[in-house]
């Protein structure tokens, strides 16, 4: 079995093109392909010590799902499945993707509902990123002054991803035993 899980859930595609780009960089030893939340559940994130969770943000900050308009199900969906998981002893890095012009109060929401469900349940969570060269006025998703994790903005610094991705993952490759 593959040593860490990744986890995705958006509606346009993009945050399933970000985590297949990641996984690519990965061996399947090493990490699982590419899941959707919506085809998973409570033991699907049960068998992993490692975990990487990506989200779009829908609207004014709400998580991917029915009521935000989603085709399918999703994160909105999955986390009251999860609510008896444990995350104690897992270690959780979290990429988000928003429009910070379009939404700029509501700037990766998603992402912070994520980190904190996750920490409510024991996760420890890496991989937190600098605000800097992001131009939005509030968001959920930031802690401490930093993003909770990786945040992509495909709508307005697509040119970005591959760079930020790239050193998102040098970061979190020694919290997970890893070398990139």
């Known amino acids: 079995m593959a040593k860490i899980g990744l986890f995705f859930g958006g509606n346009t595609g993009k945050t399933r093109k970000v985590a297949k780009a990641i ?14 939340v919506s085809k998973v559940g409570a033991d699907d994130f049960a068998q992993y010590q490692f975990l990487l969770l990506g989200t779009s943000t829908q609207g004014e900050g709400l998580l991917p799902g029915l009521s935000a308009d989603c085709e399918t199900e999703s994160w909105e969906e999955l986390l ?11 270690t959780v890095a979290l990429f988000g993707l928003g429009d910070q012009v379009g939404y700029p109060d509501n700037f990766l929401d998603a992402m912070g509902i994520i980190y904190q469900f996750v920490v409510e349940r024991g996760a420890k969570v890496v991989g937190s990123w600098s605000t800097d060269g992001y131009e939005f006025d509030s968001s959920e998703a930031v802690v401490d002054g930093k993003f909770v994790g990786l945040a992509l903005d495909l709508d307005n610094q697509s040119n970005l991803t591959d760079e930020r991705v790239e050193a998102w993952l040098k970061q979190i490759a020694p919290e997970f035993g890893l070398s990139v």
């Open 23 to 36: 996984k690519k960089r990965f061996d399947d030893e090493t990490m699982a392909d590419a899941v959707n």
């Open 80 to 90: 009251p499945k999860l609510e008896g998981v444990d995350f104690t002893g897992k």
